[in-house]
């Protein structure tokens, strides 16, 4: 099987979310449409549903500038990070897990052990 994603998937999530924010004024409707368009273009529905779009607008709006770094994280910690409303939380479980370089299980870990609220 071909893979015809680009070699950074998490680079693409981050481009997507900003040009659905930078878009979203002109277009009605832009989230099912890139929803639409990207399920057609890459054949993974479960990548580009509407709520995978709007978290990679949320991915773009809280990580403004994307960075080398950012890889170190996997889409599924993202999605674990960007589901806290509370920017202090979601910051401190990123760079904890950046700076641990833990994985998705450990990273549910850390979350359900409340270390947010320990330090």
């Known amino acids: ?4 994603f680009p070699k950074n998937r998490l680079f693409l999530f981050w481009n997507i979310g900003k040009n659905v924010y930078e878009k979203q004024d002109c277009y009605s409707n832009i989230v099912e449409k890139y929803s639409n368009y990207y399920t057609y273009l ?4 479960y990548l580009f549903t509407r709520e995978n779009i709007h978290l990679m607008k949320k ?3 809280c990580f403004p500038i994307f960075y080398k770094k950012m890889e170190k994280i996997t889409w599924d ?3 674990l990070i960007l589901s806290f409303t509370d ?3 979601r910051y401190f479980y990123y760079y904890l897990s950046m700076l641990f370089e833990t994985d998705y299980s450990e990273m549910i870990e850390l979350i359900e052990n409340d ?3 320990r330090i």
Do not use: T
């Not at 890459?42 to 529905?45: I, L, M």
């Open 87 to 89: 920017k202090d939380e």
């Open 59 to 61: 991915f773009y709006l």
């Open 1 to 4: 099987m071909i893979n015809i």
């Open 77 to 79: 910690q993202y999605r």
């Open 115 to 117: 270390y947010y609220y």
């Open 42 to 45: 890459y054949g993974n529905s």
